[in-house]
């Protein structure tokens, strides 16, 4: 089962990106899409993990 992560939490393994940024790349496609859930926003961990990943390796 996929874990889904809030904005405060992806903001934290971003290492304290801000809320506009965030939401900057989500728009630009660098960031995966969130997922809405009763009127909050939330992503998935694999799918964060994985971007994440690509940003270590591109390095």
């Known amino acids: 089962m996929t874990r889904?992560?809030?904005l405060n939490e992806l903001s934290r393994r971003l290492g304290g990106r801000g809320r506009t940024s965030?939401?900057?790349?989500v728009s630009l496609s660098r960031l995966p899409q969130p997922?809405?859930?009763g009127g909050r926003l939330y992503w998935r961990?694999?799918?964060?993990d994985a971007f994440i990943e690509e940003l270590a390796d591109a390095e």
């Not at 965030?22 to 790349?25: G, K, T």
């Not at 961990?45 to 964060?48: R, S």
């Open 22 to 25: 965030i939401y900057r790349d």
């Open 45 to 48: 961990e694999d799918e964060v």
């Open 35 to 37: 997922k809405k859930i």
């Open 4 to 6: 889904l992560i809030t």
